[in-house]
């Protein structure tokens, strides 16, 4: 089976943030010239996350962030002393990785479909790994 | 590497609703004559998503739409103007896809589970892409 | 497409419980002798999952767990009898399944990163599926 690999780094600014990432995972798919397979998005940290959400409206990339905040709130009775337990549970919500099918040389993603690095304890240069299997 | 494509419709009928699919993911699976590999299913909506969960007793589907709503709530602090941020949240909560491991040659899922494909924003006709890789 | 495919079993001891299992899956891929590709760990229960998070200090996992238990409580309006709704739902939120990418032969997971099978009905004795695309 033919597998391509490449890897690239994104840059967060804020605490939480969700990064559109969709370009650069495109790129990396052409230059791996595979036409049918699996395309997997993973990042290899544990407190962040890689989701398919709408790329149109930035206001849904807020909201999301908005419902990650209630979902996983800062509480006082967390154990681990770094204080970014809510970054580790939000990492395992999400997922670190996902996975989307090709077809003919391209990313088969919904008309509204973006790839996001959902960033959740930045700021932080961050890692994510591209692996194509055609 | 051989990989097999086919999608499917399933129309939904209330705004939250989740679908059972296995029996149509499990027949793309056996068209695609794969004995061994991984069977990614995959829906391109962004208010919608793929899970795997028990298909036995339908209360527990009653359950998870109750666990979602909690989840998700509709809140006034949205920005989206389309109100359908709770929909948005849930499909990257939920996941887009999931891969079910091939086992000679069907879908080698627990005695319990099932495929649903899961609703947030409904009712509506909605895709879903079966890709096999085998 | 070579596939390599092999099982094991996991023992929880409480009701909600985080175990280990990258050696586990790491003895397998070595078994398999595939030296790119894609792991894919994968549980066959509906209330379970498989989660890749923090490996360094155990008080993550302590505080993974109050959070699961905050995201999803036992609710009284629940209507599945076996009374473990609870659980069902959070195998929904995590997954069953997570795909790491193999490079030189090893799991490339983060530095960081363990791989995590998490129990949310227990105690009980449990099966992981490793399914090994090269």
């Given at each position: 089976?033919?597998?391509?690999?490449?890897?690239?780094t994104v840059e967060s600014?804020?605490?939480?943030?969700?990064?559109?990432?969709?370009?650069?995972?495109?790129?990396?798919?052409?230059?791996?010239?595979?036409?049918?397979?699996?395309?997997?998005?993973?990042?290899?940290?544990?407190?962040?996350?890689?989701?398919?959400?709408?790329?149109?409206?930035?206001?849904?990339?807020?909201?999301?962030?908005?419902?990650?905040?209630?979902?996983?709130?800062?509480?006082?009775?967390?154990?681990?002393?770094?204080?970014?337990?809510?970054?580790?549970?939000?990492?395992?919500?999400?997922?670190?990785?996902?996975?989307?099918?090709?077809?003919?040389?391209?990313?088969?993603?919904?008309?509204?479909?973006?790839?996001?690095?959902?960033?959740?304890?930045?700021?932080r240069v961050r890692k994510?790994?591209?692996?194509?299997?055609?």
């Amino acid at each position: 089976m033919p597998v391509y690999r490449e890897d690239f780094t994104v840059e967060s600014h804020r605490s939480k943030e969700v990064l559109l990432i969709t370009q650069e995972v495109a790129s990396i798919l052409r230059k791996s010239g595979m036409q049918e397979g699996i395309c997997l998005v993973y990042t290899p940290h544990t407190t962040a996350a890689i989701a398919i959400n709408e790329a149109a409206d930035p206001d849904v990339l807020d909201d999301m962030i908005l419902g990650f905040n209630r979902l996983s709130p800062s509480l006082i009775q967390y154990s681990h002393k770094e204080g970014n337990s809510p970054a580790h549970l939000l990492s395992s919500l999400i997922g670190p990785s996902e996975a989307i099918p090709i077809k003919d040389g391209k990313l088969d993603l919904g008309l509204w479909q973006g790839i996001y690095f959902c960033e959740f304890d930045g700021p932080r240069v961050r890692k994510v790994a591209v692996q194509v299997l055609g």
